[in-house]
T-cell receptor, first 112, second 110 residues
Framework: DVKVTQSSRYLVKRTGEKVFLECVQDMDHENMFWYRQDPGLGLRLIYF???????EKGDIPEGYSVSREKKERFSLILESASTNQTSMYLCASRGQKGTEAFFGQGTRLTVV | DAKTTQPTSMDCAEGRAANLPCNHS???????VYWYRQIHSQGPQYIIHGLKNNETNEMASLIITEDRKSSTLILPHATLRDTAVYYC???????????FGGGTRLMVKP
């Protein structure tokens, strides 16, 4: 059974903390994505990676960075968390010649 | 990637067919139409995709107009569990950018 696993389902962090959101996929997919989802705004792409150590900015990269040191793992980093980064974060992966993307269950991050 | 537009929300009676439209008038020749849905508090789930022919699987049917400028996702016998947000997106099969619009919130009512 294919799987995209996000390290935490719920996370509470303080303003100014450095936050790591981890995502692992077991499908040997080249492409991995990080989205945030807020009420009324749908899914917005933050960053994606098309290969190890390769990344491209999505629609809303400000305040975020990413790391892809291994093919199966894609990390989203909030260098200094702020309250406006409180959101649901979703990770996805997709093969280079594949059709569907597979999503993790999401991490609901609250920054207080 | 082509921009898609969908109605914000729709209602459907349980047991009836749900027909969800999507406009993708700027779609290019190598872009497929994909449909996903997201049930509350879960990650989006793939439903179906197509290029120009109509497609059917165990979940739904996809009807694409001949000019490919619009499509309709059909859930033949909607159940309460089909209540979700449905996203229509258009991008190349081998493309790597994957962006979503606002989707249609489908409410299936008893």
């Amino acid at each position: 059974d294919v799987k995209v696993t996000q390290s935490s389902r719920y996370l509470v962090k303080r303003t100014g903390e450095k936050v790591f959101l981890e995502c692992v996929q077991d499908m040997d997919h080249e492409n991995m994505f990080w989205y945030r989802q807020d009420p009324g705004l749908g899914l917005r792409l933050i960053y994606f990676s098309y290969d190890v150590k390769m990344k491209e900015k999505g629609d809303i990269p400000e305040g975020y960075s990413v790391s892809r040191e291994k093919k199966e793992r894609f990390s989203l980093i909030l260098e200094s968390a702020s309250t406006n980064q409180t959101s649901m974060y979703l990770c996805a992966s997709r093969g280079q010649k594949g059709t569907e993307a597979f999503f993790g269950q999401g991490t609901r991050l609250t920054v207080v | 990637d082509a921009k898609t537009t969908q109605p914000t929300s729709m209602d459907c009676a349980e047991g009836r067919a749900a027909n969800l439209p999507c406009n993708h008038s700027t779609i290019s020749g190598n872009e497929y139409v994909y449909w996903y849905r997201q049930i509350h508090s879960q990650g989006p789930q793939y439903i179906i995709h197509g290029l120009k022919n109509n497609e059917t699987n165990e979940m739904a049917s996809l009807i694409i107009t001949e000019d490919r400028k619009s499509s309709t996702l059909i859930l033949p016998h909607a159940t309460l569990r089909d209540t979700a947000v449905y996203y229509c997106i258009a991008f190349p099969r081998a493309g790597n950018m994957l962006t979503f619009g606002g989707g249609t919130r489908l409410m299936v009512k008893p």
